[in-house]
């Protein structure tokens, strides 16, 4: 699977905003729909291209907040959608 930002650690900073990089170059727009799965559960967040206009990103919406909150300290990897998919996958290793 094709990476779009290289895996982060959540911090308390993330629950606000979460700002990355596109490193795929998949996401296109300026306002995005992310439904995001892990395999178990889908979350659908708010997604904005930056005003920096350098394939940055980033998700600011009460969904994402609630995402976070219980996964600080988590590392986190966001996927390309693959063909035929409308979801983009998530890994999310929770902290030791």
């Known amino acids: 699977m094709e990476v779009i930002m290289d895996e982060v650690n959540l911090e308390a ?4 905003r979460w700002k990355f990089r596109d490193h795929s170059r998949t996401l296109s727009g300026r306002r995005i729909d992310l439904t995001v799965t892990d395999g178990n559960e889908r979350w659908q967040f708010e997604c904005c291209r930056s005003e920096e206009g350098d394939n940055t990103y980033y998700i600011r919406c009460p969904a994402w907040s609630d995402f976070v909150r219980p ?11 693959q063909a035929n998919e409308n979801f983009h996958r998530v890994r999310v290793i929770p902290r030791d």
Request: no cysteine.
């Open 13 to 16: 900073r993330h629950v606000l």
């Open 71 to 81: 996964r600080i300290h988590a590392r986190l990897t966001l996927y390309a959608k």
